[in-house]
């Protein structure tokens, strides 16, 4: 296990489990994936940032599961499901979602529409 992993999780020991799973998936079903361990943030990229694990308040603290991780991904189009407790137009065409997810929760729904959203990275332009 990295130790800027373990930092990360420190306040949020419980969740552990259900990142490792949730990156495990993720190698396991995408190539080229690079992880990135920030302050806030653990981030996935191919060419660009394609999704990320956090603790972003996206729900009231008493509508939370004990253990969870909020996985933000991005697509090209808005995702409508119950599941997504927000999505925003970032840019034109750009749209990011955020996902609570419990261990349970990491299921064949959450990483399909984070491969989508890495196979959407991998061929989307730059910004100019």
């Known amino acids: ?8 999780f420190e306040k949020h ?9 949730f ?3 993720v190698k396991e079903a995408m190539d ?17 940032m394609f999704a990320c694990v956090s603790f972003l308040r996206v ?5 939370m599961p004990t253990d969870y991780i909020v996985v ?7 995702e409508d499901s119950p599941r997504i407790d ?6 034109p ?13 990491v299921d064949h729904e959450l990483m399909g529409w984070v491969k989508e959203a890495c196979d959407f990275s991998a061929v989307k332009r730059a910004r100019r």
């Not at 296990?1 to 990360?8: A, H, R, S």
């Not at 065409?93 to 929760?105: F, L, M, P, Q």
């Open 1 to 8: 296990m990295d130790g800027e992993v373990l930092l990360f």
């Open 13 to 21: 020991a419980g969740a552990l489990p259900v990142f490792e799973k």
């Open 23 to 25: 990156k495990n998936q």
């Open 32 to 48: 080229g994936v690079c992880m990135k361990v920030q302050k806030t943030q653990i981030s996935f990229y191919n060419r660009h």
């Open 59 to 63: 729900r009231k603290a008493k509508d």
């Open 72 to 78: 933000t991904f991005g697509l090209n189009r808005r």
């Open 86 to 91: 927000a999505a925003v137009e970032a840019y």
């Open 93 to 105: 065409g750009r749209w990011t979602h955020h996902v609570v997810a419990s261990e349970d929760e």
